[in-house]
């Protein structure tokens, strides 16, 4: 009898450190929510969104472009440990100019168009993030550019000089 009290105190033990790692969900854009890099209110900017759920803080950082989320990620500084990251969805966008407010997907299931010549919210060139591949290919058969993962996409599509000369598209 008291294995199995011990092997049931285990298993309820495991099962409440599971529910404790379970990621926390995304939070709908508000509009009160600013972007994390120039505190600029993220409903107001067209392009796909991105936030990224630290521990022990109880909002999630927003970012008004895919590519400044990527950028932070890139970052070697961090104020906590990530526990989740979210992107919008692009292939179920209203459009380009309204992105959607719960559309989100895990930030690693996503695939991302870089390289396109299409303007993120903030006016730099934007990463995109597709639910599918689908999606995907039907914008670079459009705007162009190439499919990476979160953990593939070059350090210089978030990282590198913005050549404020070029005329980058907003898609409609």
């Known amino acids: 009898m008291k294995r199995l009290i011990f092997l049931s105190l285990l298993a309820l033990i495991a099962c409440n450190e599971e529910e404790a790692k379970a990621p926390p969900p995304p939070t709908d854009i508000s509009e009160q929510a600013l972007s994390y890099f120039c505190q600029m209110n993220v409903a107001e900017h067209g392009g796909p969104k991105g936030q990224i759920h630290l521990d022990g803080h109880p909002a999630p950082l927003f970012f008004a472009q895919v590519r400044d989320l990527v950028a932070y990620l890139k970052s070697p500084e961090r104020e906590a440990d990530i526990t989740a990251i979210y992107v919008s969805d692009m292939g179920v966008a209203q459009s380009w100019a309204d992105p959607g407010k719960g559309n989100w997907i895990a930030a690693e299931d996503a695939i991302y168009v870089v390289g396109a010549d299409v303007a993120g919210g903030m006016g730099a060139p934007e990463i995109v993030p ?19 993962r979160l953990d593939t996409i070059p350090d210089d599509a978030a990282l590198g000089a913005v050549d404020l000369n070029k005329t980058l598209e907003t898609p409609s």
């Open 130 to 148: 597709f639910a599918n591949t689908d999606d995907a290919a039907v914008f670079i058969a459009q705007y162009g550019g190439d499919t990476h």
